[in-house]
Nanobody, 122 residues
Framework: VQLQASGGGLVQPGGSLRLSCAVS????????IGWFRQAPGKEREFVAN?????YYADSVKGRFTISRDTAADTVYLQMNSLKPEDTAVYYC???????????????????WGQGTKVTVSS
């Protein structure tokens, strides 16, 4: 299984970025694919996930949108109105099943990508 995250970079506050996660080695349409992030000195934090439904962290609702392209086996995270507190390494994750009440728990996800760094700064 490979989760290849890309699209990170440096952006000014208020700007936008789109992250991509190219997935291989698993039944893409059956898996929950999502994003976590980790800022320096902080624990990993759930951002969003998608399979039949989408879930978002409260901190990104209304600004981030997760979507999937089943033809390309790729999940996207469109990030708008970025804030300095969004600065983190963003990790793509996947799992075949996640306890609904625990989808924010990083231990629920078996597969992790290498991460892509997002820096929001003027």
């Amino acid at each position: 299984v490979q989760l290849q995250a890309s699209g990170g970079g440096l952006v000014q506050p208020g700007g936008s970025l789109r992250l991509s996660c190219a997935v291989s080695g698993l039944a893409f349409s059956r898996y929950i694919i999502g994003w976590f992030r980790q800022a320096p000195g902080k624990e990993r934090e759930f951002v969003a996930n998608i399979r039949w439904n989408t879930y978002y962290a409260d901190s990104v609702k209304g600004r981030f949108t997760i979507s999937r392209d089943t033809a390309a086996d790729t999940v996207y995270l469109q990030m708008n109105s970025l804030k300095p507190e969004d600065t983190a390494v963003y990790y793509c994750v996947a799992d075949a099943s996640v306890i609904v009440s625990a989808y924010r728990d990083p231990l629920q996800y078996d597969y992790w990508g290498q991460g892509t760094k997002v820096t929001v700064s003027s």
